[in-house]
């Protein structure tokens, strides 16, 4: 019954996704089309063909927005293991795997400097790590992120990309939601911008708390985004989800994204909402 | 609803979110605590089968939660105090649901609950389940009853992800550590309230009694406060939850 439930073979499945984009040819899961790594990496990880945004890890996220000389931050922190969580495998031995396959400590990656001409801080979300779910240390770096934007009085930028909570941290999981709301609302009696950006997938306790909370929300196409996710969904109401439900372009009609923007023009309409927003 | 019935006066209740309709999962009232006016929320499960279907089991929809927020907002003008009581095992998935925003109703709970300019106090009477439970839980002091459990997912959801089998729900239970002793040891609820004998079902009235007396104590010591300092101090125990991490 939880928002949880997400697709369940996410935990597993990012990394055996980022294997067979090692290779130099990938298969388009939207056309088929078979495509030269090097051909979608200059294309942003869009499909030449058909336009589907394909995931994108934080950083080359990061290094597509800031120009150069940005600096990475708050990378430091470690979950430690507050529930001693264990399934058929340790929580500590999924880390330690998450750690090793990414590189990053967490599903959070934390930067500050300019778009275009703006000084801004970003928290850029990583999939690839558990589901780029979301725990004590992903909810104190963002909380962090706002921290800093508050301070700085710099507009602060989101980029989610989760399945949600991370159950493995229980409760604790549960008040990042809590945290991150309240940091966010400091920013906001501030008058200090700030704009979620909304990337596939975006579900669950990330949607239910600081994705949704924008002065923009903006998403990328297709992108899935939702509470419940799909297959809960299917189970509570016995009947196929109709096509495109909880799909961007779904949430902009319903009312709930301000934009649904293509990644080449979305450093474009940052920067005019920036101006827009700047602080005077 | 029992234990608002039996705490509070006056009942008299407020219907809708004045946008898309009222949700019967969700109840508000304005009450009277030992005659002072009070704010009431709570969500409804029902007692009949028809009314369980009716209430949907207690799981709110976006209005549901929209209506609690216009309520808050109210209790906010006039300057009285808010109680929350909550027993559900989550927001309401459905079509409906998010065709109307469940995810954004939550969100804007949870950012508008942090504000809020009156005392908030939450109580989890029974199970406190996800983002649908902290959306009524965002306040100066969260208390949970004894025998309550407060999870960031239901623990048949977990074992039929984690163990891809839902009849292994006792261990997702002892894994997920949803007791209230639990939850009071990380930090995560203020105050646990005594259970007359095996549970509150047991006895109704002294249950009742029991935890009135603590939202006294809890409403008396918020009350203490200036509006600035309690509002400086529910933010710092917000930003400083669940902090379960190391910096190397
Ligand atoms: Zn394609």
Redesign the interface.
């Known amino acids: ?6 697709e ?1 073979n996410n935990i597993e499945s990012a990394s055996e996704k980022s294997v067979r984009t090692e290779g130099l040819w990938i298969k388009c899961e939207a056309c088929d089309q078979v495509i030269w790594r090097a051909d979608l990496e200059a294309n942003m990880m869009v499909c030449p063909k058909c336009g589907h945004h394909f995931r994108m890890g934080a950083r080359a996220r990061i290094d597509l927005l800031l120009e150069p000389g940005y600096e990475l931050v708050d990378l ?8 001693q ?4 495998k340790r929580y500590k031995d999924r880390l330690a795997k998450a750690q090793a396959d990414t590189g990053l400590n967490d599903a959070i990656v934390n930067a500050i400097g300019k778009l275009g001409e703006h000084s801004v801080v970003v928290s850029a979300m990583e999939y690839s790590f558990i589901g780029g779910s979301m ?3 992903v ?2 770096t963002i ?1 962090r992120a706002a921290d800093r934007a508050y301070e700085s009085r710099h507009p602060l930028l989101i980029v989610a990309a989760s399945g949600g ?1 991370r ?1 493995m ?11 991150i ?6 920013l ?2 501030a008058g200090i911008p700030f704009i979620s950006v909304l990337t596939d997938p975006t579900t ?2 990330v ?7 924008g002065d923009l929300n903006i998403g990328e196409p297709g992108a899935l ?4 996710g799909p297959r ?2 299917e189970q ?2 016995r009947q196929k ?1 109709p096509e495109g ?2 799909r961007s372009e779904f949430l902009l009609n ?3 994204l301000d934009a649904v923007v293509p990644r080449k023009e979305m450093k474009a309409y940052l920067e005019r909402a920036l101006s827009f927003m700047a602080v005077r | 609803m029992s234990f608002i019935e039996k705490i509070f006066t006056d009942l008299s209740e407020i219907h809708g979110d004045r946008a898309f309709g009222d949700d019967p999962a969700m109840y508000c009232a304005m009450a009277r605590f030992d005659g002072e006016e009070v704010l009431v929320i709570g969500n409804v499960k029902g007692r009949t089968t028809k009314e369980k279907i009716f209430r949907k089991f207690g799981m709110p929809d976006p209005e549901g939660y929209r209506k609690a927020l216009r309520a808050m907002k109210l209790a906010e003008k006039f300057n009285r105090p808010v109680f929350t009581f909550i027993d559900l095992m989550g927001a309401n998935p459905g079509l409906g649901a998010e065709e109307r925003g469940q995810a954004e109703a939550i969100a804007r709970n949870l950012m508008e609950m942090s504000r809020l300019r009156v005392p908030v106090v939450a109580v989890v009477t029974g199970e406190g389940g996800s983002g649908g439970a902290l959306a009524l839980a965002v306040a100066d002091r969260v208390l949970i009853l004894e025998k309550g459990i407060y999870s960031v997912i239901s623990p048949e959801a977990c074992a039929s992800i984690m163990w891809r089998d839902a009849s292994k729900r006792i261990q997702a239970a002892v894994a997920l550590k949803a007791t209230a002793q639990d939850i009071k040891e990380l930090g995560c609820v203020d105050d646990i309230v005594p259970e007359p004998g095996e549970g509150a079902h047991e006895n109704p009235d002294e249950a009742a009694r029991i935890l009135a007396e603590r939202l006294h104590l809890h409403l008396n010591e918020l009350k203490q406060l200036s509006v600035e300092d309690m509002l400086a101090q529910r933010y710092q125990k917000l930003r400083s939850m669940g902090q379960f991490y190391t910096e190397e």
């Open positions: 019954m939880s928002w949880f439930r997400r369940d430091n922190l470690k979950s430690t293991d507050p529930l969580f264990s399934d058929l725990g004590a240390v909810g104190e909380a909570a159950m941290e229980g409760i604790v999981s549960l008040m990042q939601l809590a945290k709301s309240a940091a966010l609302t400091r906001d009696e669950g306790g949607t239910a708390s600081f994705a949704m909370l985004i939702g509470f419940a809960v969904i509570t109401i989800l439900f909880q319903h009312g709930f």
